[in-house]
């Protein structure tokens, strides 16, 4: 079982470039998750969406953009990358949805994006 | 938003030794999440519960809702047990429980 599947792992931008971080998921979950780590802070949610071509935005969306064409897939961009979007971006899916309760998420190996 | 507290936010220990680690949080909750980051990135769900105690091998999570409190205790602690644990609740106002605020997580050191 490959569960959630983030691309890529590593990456280098320059300010002002753009990228789209890439997320699919096996499960046949209804929810999915972007979120940030940062050093000394918790996992903060970028942007997270119900079902497919549903997305809200979490606590910290500027500078980002996202899409979810599809079930499986979860898709991130930076349209112009910032030295403040250094970070680590996990994508995540759950079972969760309105009248399913709690649900655990299922989480991906992460992305470091360095933005020099 | 829900406020989440963990403490401590660093601990070192001896291998066999048992490990608390304690999460609190500020609104009332549907249910808790405690997960388990590895030295290598991954985050991986270890418990999700809403009253009581789960038990899964060496791991016990127990959580006391009137005091809006929940622990992580690990017993007979290895080495392998080392990483960053995370505690997690929906976020306030969430009907779903889709929605967490995560806390800043314990990283725990257990040493040979």
């Not at chain 2, 999700?48 to 791991?59: A, I, N």
């Not at chain 2, 929906?90 to 889709?98: H, K, N, W």
């Not at chain 2, 967490?100 to 040493?111: A, I, K, P, S, Y």
Request: proline residues 4%; aromatic residues 8%; glycine residues 10%.
């Amino acid at each position: 079982n490959a569960g959630v599947t983030q691309t890529p792992k590593f990456q280098v931008l320059k300010t002002g470039q753009s990228m789209t971080l890439q997320c699919a998921q096996d499960m046949n979950h209804n929810s999915m998750y972007w979120y940030r780590q940062d050093p000394g802070m918790g996992l903060r949610l970028i942007y997270y969406s119900a079902s497919e071509g549903t997305t809200d935005k979490g606590e910290v969306p500027n500078g980002y953009n996202v899409s979810r064409l599809n079930k499986r897939e979860f898709s991130l961009r930076l349209e112009s990358a910032a030295p403040s979007q250094t970070s680590v971006y996990f994508c995540a899916s759950s079972e969760a949805r309105q009248g399913k309760g709690n649900q655990p998420q299922h989480f991906g190996d992460g992305t470091r994006l360095s933005i020099l | 938003k829900n406020e989440v507290e963990q403490s401590p936010q660093n601990l070192t220990a001896q291998e066999g030794e048992f490990i608390t680690i304690n999460c609190s949080y500020s609104v009332g909750i549907s249910a808790l999440h405690w997960l388990q980051q590895h030295p290598g990135g991954g985050i991986v769900s270890l418990f999700m519960l809403s009253s009581g105690k789960k038990k899964h091998g060496r791991l016990i999570a127990t959580i006391n809702i009137q005091e809006k409190h929940s622990s992580l205790h690990i017993t007979a602690s290895h080495p392998r047990d080392s990483a960053v644990y995370i505690c997690a609740v929906p976020r306030r106002g969430e009907t779903s429980g889709s929605r967490l605020t995560f806390g800043e997580g314990t990283q725990l050191t257990v040493n040979p």
